[in-house]
């Protein structure tokens, strides 16, 4: 296949003409006492591996790595693959045309720091067991050199990309958003792997695989999550045709709220794979949204759920409730909830749910503010960072119709028995005179 090279401009942009590429080093021979006789003898005295490497692959048709250049390939199809872009830009735009060929693929490691001179070896990567660390040590000999620079800060991509790679933007740490294009149907393994600085990734509503499908039977590694390392990353909307969400999705990456967006007319049911929510402790609010980004429902997620064991008879099903999400209607959640008998948690739902009320019942809003009443004392157990829990608790109780005298008397109490500030007690008899005048014997409240 035809390979072209295009100088990149510092406004991230190309040429108009490709550039010629290096003239191919003549093929040198190798002497045979490189080779043993038995494989399983060493290499002769004096032979490094790295010696015998760069004498196999002298006069290779690949281009050298070039720090200014971006490389793309003419596919039998008549069509551009990028297959190569430079570190060092802090810009990338991707034209929707190469030499007359629509640009329909971004390839596998395109923006990484390295690349694998023959594609036939991908296939390695379903061989257990499957990481991708382990796949570059088997593949050494086809890697290229590490090419210098963080990668790109801002990638724009053409609406012709149909395709992303493997790996495709692996360790772009100046990354801080992308938008892929709407004929983008399926993302695979690492492909946003080490973007420790991207915040906000825009998924089509045509995708439909996100990550990794790994052999049936195969031991599989966290780092081919499609979003393992995005430490910054913390809110994502999947798209309402997504129908695989693959091995290691979410490993160590900062996710704090995850979105679905809800399609009434596909009853088709997503496939979750068991690790997908693996090593994903920072994730506490999994939201169903319409097309529109307006909630529908969400729940909580308890604190500790990563060192929740399976095994744990009352509780073990907490750690399956990411993926539980994805099939369970609001009042099964709820049932479930209620049936952990776990603080963390009931709390976390208390306030998902009392702060999204659509498909909450009456009955239901009560039992999750009696819940609250009865646990004032220990807010600080679930209630989120960076809000006054004794505050924003009493708010939310009062913003439901649900909550009765008792509830109120309850936390008063404990108001007083917490010492809380005078202000917020005040707040409190207020609401009771307002709401609950006319209560027989509520009137002598004892804080």
């Known amino acids: 296949m035809t390979r072209l090279l295009f100088r990149v401009r510092p406004d991230g942009t190309l040429d108009e003409h490709p550039v010629a590429p290096p003239a191919p080093e003549a093929p040198r021979a190798v ?56 570190r060092d830009c802090c810009r990338a735009v991707i034209p929707p045309y190469i030499a007359g060929y629509p640009v329909t693929a971004v390839g596998p490691l395109a923006f990484a720091p390295m690349q694998l001179t023959d594609a036939s070896r991908w296939t390695d990567l379903n061989t257990s067991p499957v990481s991708f660390s382990v796949f570059c040590m088997r593949n050494a000999p086809w890697l290229t050199p590490m090419m210098p620079g963080p990668g790109p800060r801002t990638i724009q991509l053409p609406d012709t990309i149909q395709t992303v790679g493997a790996f495709a933007f ?31 990734v825009h998924l089509p509503a045509s995708l439909h695989t996100l990550g990794f499908t790994p052999p049936p039977v195969a031991q599989i590694m966290p780092d081919v999550g499609v979003f393992n390392g995005c430490h910054a990353l913390q809110e994502l909307c999947l798209p309402a045709g997504l129908s695989y969400l693959g091995a290691y999705a979410f490993n160590s990456c900062g ?14 049911s997503v496939f979750i794979h ?50 539980l999400f994805f099939t369970y209607t609001p009042q099964e959640m709820d049932e479930l909830a209620f049936s952990t008998r776990r603080v963390d948690f009931l709390g976390r739902m208390a306030i998902a749910r009392l702060r999204c009320t659509a498909l909450l019942s009456a009955s239901m809003a009560e039992a999750y503010i009696d819940f609250l009443a009865d646990h004032y004392d220990a807010l600080a157990q679930f209630w989120p960072a960076g809000e006054d829990a004794p505050r924003a608790a009493l708010v939310l109780m009062a913003s439901s119709p ?15 028995e917490l010492h809380l500030p005078q202000d917020l007690i005040a707040e409190m008899i207020a609401l009771r005179n307002q ?13």
């Not at 990354?175 to 004929?183: G, N, W």
């Not at 709220?257 to 007319?265: A, F, H, M, P, Q």
């Not at 709401?435 to 804080?447: A, I, K, P, S, Y």
């Open 255 to 268: 996710l704090i709220r995850l979105r679905v967006t809800e399609n009434t007319y596909r009853n088709a």
């Open 402 to 416: 649900s909550m009765n005298a008792g509830h109120l008397n309850r936390v008063l109490r404990q108001a007083g």
């Open 274 to 323: 068991p690790t997908a929510f693996e090593h994903s402790a920072s994730l506490q609010w999994l939201e169903r949204c319409t097309a529109e980004g307006i909630p529908v429902w969400r729940i909580g997620l308890p604190v500790s759920r990563d060192k929740i064991l399976r095994s744990d008879a009352r509780s073990g099903m907490i750690a399956e409730v990411p993926r």
């Open 31 to 86: 002497p045979q006492s490189f080779f043993p006789d038995d494989e399983d003898d060493d290499l002769p005295p004096g032979v490094s591996f790295e010696e015998l490497h760069t004498l196999t692959q002298a006069g290779s048709s690949s281009p050298a790595p070039d720090s200014a250049t971006a490389m793309f390939e003419i596919t039998p199809g008549h069509e551009a693959q990028l297959v190569r872009w430079p």
């Open 435 to 447: 709401r609950f005048h006319t209560v027989t014997g509520f009137e002598d409240l004892e804080l």
């Open 170 to 200: 692996w360790d772009c740490r100046q990354l801080e958003s992308i938008q892929l294009p709407d004929a983008v149907r399926q993302l695979g393994a690492g492909v946003f792997a080490g973007c420790t600085a991207l915040r906000r």
